[in-house]
């Protein structure tokens, strides 16, 4: 339920002390103007991302991490003078509809910079669009390191941990715990490539690290398939030691619920995105001693990369607004546009051209920590979190969260230079 009244004002009024401020940072001395923009007016920006089905909850919280961003602009004076708007639209997880999104934003709302989706292969199709009309788009739930790499353009940027960066700090927080035994593995994940490169980076991670492994089992099935009964108990025939789940949203709900009705968590220790949705969704049934991670949980603020002004400020602001913590899409929703603001600012003008090759090799400020986006392809140096799901509530959220929260730094999880230029072929 929303909450509003006093309770928001206070809020909103503690919020500007501190999550302004670090938008302020992003996009200069002032957010009220520069030197030869025009003042007045408005300016678009577009979100095209899945709203309905069983991954909605990340679209939807993205969105309100991007619409409170923009809030919190416009009530300190706008972007360059200009008011910013958001238009936004339901791709359906569907390519075809996403680029079609994408391009009526663009030709019909005139908007100048583009954000989202979810699901990669929407992402995939979406750059073309924007490359053809020179619209910078902010990547950052969609991950797949094909978009800043084989898919590479100019005008994309990556706020995310890519499919490369995030199943390589779930293998290293697996090694530390296995050592030198071994073990056998069993892999569940969205049959789109998302879920297929997400995979394949987990088993190389684990090579890698040298890990004592045998995998007995992998399982595809379809994004935000209905029935996953026949996928699971496969799965469950091999007996794993060890499941990675490449799986979020209700997706990741539907197959723990289903996999404790197996009895699969009392001899299978999963490792998958118990971020706060599945978690919360879960309650009391989540499964304990799982390995979780995620991107930017709201509970590791204060930790490397998820330290920067105004996080605490933005925490409280979101759940006064919207009735609960943020999700790591919204956090990861907010931290982009303020990387398009400074970008905007940087440049002095919002022409996509200039905004990008402005942010190319830049370090931009935000509620997270300072972000820097490799001029070499655009991926922001974040970090990966990783922890064991707790057996209680945590005692300052009420909420089942983590015991403790490993940062695989970026530096141990990002690809080179020369592998990222390798990779765009």
């Not at 390589?168 to 050592?179: E, K, N």
Request: net charge positive; proline share 5%; glycine share 10%.
């Amino acid at each position: 339920m929303e909450v509003t009244g006093k309770k928001w004002r206070r809020a909103r009024a503690y919020v500007t002390a501190m999550t302004v401020a670090a938008l302020a940072a992003t996009a200069g001395t002032a957010l009220s103007g520069s030197a030869g923009a025009s003042s007045g007016g408005t300016v678009t920006i577009g979100e095209s991302t899945t709203l309905s089905g069983s991954i909605a909850e990340l679209g939807q919280t993205g969105l309100q991490g991007i619409q409170l961003a923009v809030s919190d602009l416009n009530a300190h004076g706008g972007l360059l003078g200009k008011k910013i708007q958001v238009v936004s639209a339901d791709d359906a997880a569907t390519p075809a509809t996403g680029a079609s999104n994408a391009r009526n934003f663009i030709l019909n709302d005139h908007a100048v910079a583009m954000f989202g989706p979810i699901v990669s292969s929407v992402a995939a199709a979406e750059e073309p669009v924007v490359t053809q009309y020179k619209v910078p788009i902010f990547f950052y739930i969609s991950n797949d390191v094909d978009l800043l790499t084989k898919d590479y353009t100019p005008y994309a940027f990556q706020v995310v941990p890519n499919t490369v960066m995030e199943p390589r700090a779930a293998a290293d927080y697996l090694a530390h715990q296995v050592g030198k035994k071994q073990i056998t593995i069993g892999t569940f994940a969205p049959n789109y490539s998302f879920g297929t490169s997400t995979v394949a980076g987990f088993i190389q991670a684990l090579k890698d690290l040298h890990v004592n492994f045998k995998v007995v089992n992998q399982q595809f099935p379809p994004l935000e398939a209905t029935n996953i009964a026949p996928y699971l108990s496969a799965l469950v025939a091999a007996h794993p030691q060890y499941v990675f789940n490449a799986q979020f949203g209700g997706d990741l709900v539907t197959f723990s619920k289903q996999a404790t009705q197996y009895g699969f968590f009392k001899h299978t220790k999963v490792i998958a995105m118990y971020s706060r949705f599945p978690l919360q969704s879960l309650g009391a049934h989540a499964p304990a001693g799982a390995i979780g991670f995620d991107r930017a949980p709201f509970w590791a603020a204060g930790s490397t990369g998820m330290n920067g002004a105004g996080l605490t400020a933005f925490i409280s602001a979101f759940k006064a607004k919207y009735g609960s913590y943020p999700s790591a899409w919204a956090i990861m929703g907010y931290s982009a546009v303020q990387t398009w603001a400074f970008g905007v600012k940087k440049a002095g003008t919002f022409d996509g051209t200039k905004v990008s090759a402005a942010l190319s090799g830049a370090t931009v400020p935000t509620i997270r920590g300072p972000l820097n986006l490799r001029a070499c392809d655009h991926q922001a140096n974040v970090p990966e979190y990783v922890g064991t799901v707790a057996s209680a509530n945590n005692a300052k959220y009420h909420l089942r969260l983590w015991n403790s929260v490993f940062v695989a730094q970026p530096k141990d999880i990002m690809l080179t230079f020369a592998q990222s230029l390798k990779l765009r072929g």
